[in-house]
């Protein structure tokens, strides 16, 4: 069984900046990308940030050039620096990861909680 456990949402100001973690654990062979989605109340689930085990990343429109994504292979596990924040940045994140047990298959953090006012 593989668990990604999301840490480090919380409450912040316009302008601000928060760092995300997700820590994946488990019988784990290997990771291929890991990324973050965000889902704001009343909207569907979107992608933010995606990288792959070997550093290619790319981002939402929305988030380039304020939010930075990047990881540990050797702890496996992902960052989303988040700066520069906006109130439309309100969203539950979710973590996901394609991990290799004995195949390949898609895992989903519960998700945390980032709230920025205005």
């Known amino acids: 069984q593989v668990q990604l456990v999301e840490s480090g949402g919380g409450l912040v100001q316009a302008g601000g900046s928060l760092r995300l973690s997700c820590a994946a654990s488990g019988s784990i062979f290997s990771i291929n990308v890991m990324g973050w989605y965000r889902q704001a109340p009343g909207k569907q689930r979107e992608l933010v940030a995606a990288?792959?085990?070997?550093?290619?990343?790319d981002y939402a429109d929305s988030v380039k050039g304020r939010f930075t994504i990047s990881r540990d292979n050797a702890k496996n596990t992902v960052y989303l620096q988040m700066n520069s924040l906006k109130p439309e940045d309100t969203a539950v994140y979710y973590c996901?990861?394609?991990?290799?047990?004995?195949?390949?298959?898609?895992?989903w953090g519960k998700g945390t909680l980032v709230t920025v006012s205005s």
């Open positions: 990288i792959t085990s070997g550093g290619w990343s």
């Open positions: 996901n990861a394609g991990v290799v047990v004995a195949s390949l298959m898609e895992y």
